[in-house]
């Protein structure tokens, strides 16, 4: 049974930093790629960085670049989302997701209806 299991997510003032984490459990960690998505009230789920394991192959929406990082640490199968300089409009429960590298390869890697598992998701609000 796989299981990706997010943790700290909470509130913080705009200008500030958050690390969120990711534990998976009952997959080939390596043989998928790990992304987080995120998803305001009333919005659509929307990509926010993906990674394979070697790191080659990472993307990040422009809304986030040069703010937010995604890393993993393979032998501890997690992959952490540390975000800085959080504004308002950062708020959103954020998910934790994987796809198989095959697919994460093709190119599809923003598509929420392609990836295979997800998280329960955690909460960042992010205050003016």
């Known amino acids: 049974q796989v299981q990706l299991i997010e943790s700290g997510g909470g509130l913080v003032q705009a200008g500030g930093s958050l690390r969120l984490s990711c534990a998976a459990s009952?997959?080939?960690?390596?043989?998928?790629?790990m992304g987080w998505f995120r998803q305001a009230p009333g919005k659509e789920r929307e990509f926010v960085c993906g990674?394979?394991?070697?790191?080659?192959?990472?993307y990040y929406t422009d809304s986030v670049k040069g703010r937010f990082t995604i890393s993993r640490d393979n032998a501890a199968n997690t992959v952490y989302l540390q975000m800085h300089s959080l504004m308002p409009e950062d708020t959103a429960v954020y998910y934790c997701?994987?796809?198989?590298?095959?697919?994460?390869?093709?190119?599809?890697?923003?598509?929420?209806?392609?990836?295979?598992?997800w998280g329960q998701g955690t909460q960042v609000t992010v205050s003016s």
């Open positions: 997701a994987a796809i198989h590298g095959r697919k994460y390869s093709r190119g599809t890697y923003y598509a929420p209806g392609d990836y295979d598992y």
């Open positions: 009952g997959l080939s960690f390596s043989t998928y790629a």
């Open positions: 990674r394979y394991w070697s790191g080659i192959t990472t």
